[in-house]
């Protein structure tokens, strides 16, 4: 069974660009969260989905922008890219929205020139 | 914001010998759980122990929780140089207002010398 898939792997933008980042949560789970890791950090909490609804929100601008879909699958949106949004994006899921058990991806890392 | 500190910032140690991370947090929780990253990579989950517990063992891994201090060690017993990682402390805090949030320290970087 696979596990959290997370594409890209790499990415890199310039200033005031847009992205797109996409996740695909293990089978049957239906919550997808997401975190930003910039280098030297731990991650921090950005959104968590469950059931396709916004349960959860980190400390981050309307710049950040997220959504999920029927299949489960979610994407982070990130406009007018700034160089401090380069960092390692990670996408955990788990069963349910407030789950004590959280499977990570591998991340995409995006770099911001 | 972080939550927590994690203590040492960095740890070298050889082979054969133990590793001690420790990991303080600000808030009341519910529980805390330690994961491993390697070279940064996702993080892999190691183990969770819950408020009212005070200590857990999972195969080389010992932890333990002092809530009333705030305070996680994890224990890494007859370390192996494919132990080597960054370690993180992450706490689900209780009644906090972000649904399904973890947050993270700033992570021990454990290098293991063969």
């Known amino acids: 069974d696979a596990g959290v898939t997370q594409s890209p792997t790499h990415l890199i933008k310039t200033r005031g660009q847009h992205v797109t980042l996409r996740c695909s949560p293990i089978?049957?789970?239906?919550?997808v969260s997401w975190y930003q890791q910039v280098l030297g950090q731990g991650p921090q909490f950005i959104f968590q989905?469950?059931?396709?609804?916004?349960?959860g929100r980190g400390n981050f601008p309307d710049r950040f922008s997220a959504r999920q879909f029927p299949n489960y699958s979610s994407e982070l949106n990130v406009n007018a890219l700034l160089l401090g949004d380069s960092a390692l994006y990670l996408c955990a899921s788990s069963l349910v929205g407030g789950s004590l058990s959280y499977t990570f991806g591998s991340g995409t890392r995006l770099t911001v020139v | 914001s972080q939550q927590g500190e994690e203590d040492p910032q960095a740890l070298s140690i050889q082979e054969g010998e133990n590793a001690t991370m420790n990991c303080s947090y600000k808030?009341?929780?519910?529980?805390l759980q330690w994961y491993r990253q390697n070279s940064g990579r996702g993080l892999v989950h190691l183990i969770l122990i819950r408020s009212n517990e005070r200590e857990k063992h999972s195969g080389r891994l010992r932890v333990t929780l002092d809530t009333s201090k705030k305070s996680s060690s994890l224990l890494i017993t007859a370390s192996r140089a494919a132990d080597t990682a960054s370690y993180f402390c992450?706490?689900?805090?209780?009644?906090?207002?972000?649904?399904?949030?973890?947050?993270f320290g700033q992570g021990t970087i454990l290098t293991v010398h063969p």
């Open positions: 808030t009341s929780i519910n529980n």
């Open positions: 992450a706490t689900d805090d209780e009644g906090g207002t972000s649904y399904g949030k973890l947050t």
């Open positions: 089978s049957g789970h239906k919550s």
């Open positions: 989905y469950y059931e396709k609804e916004e349960r």
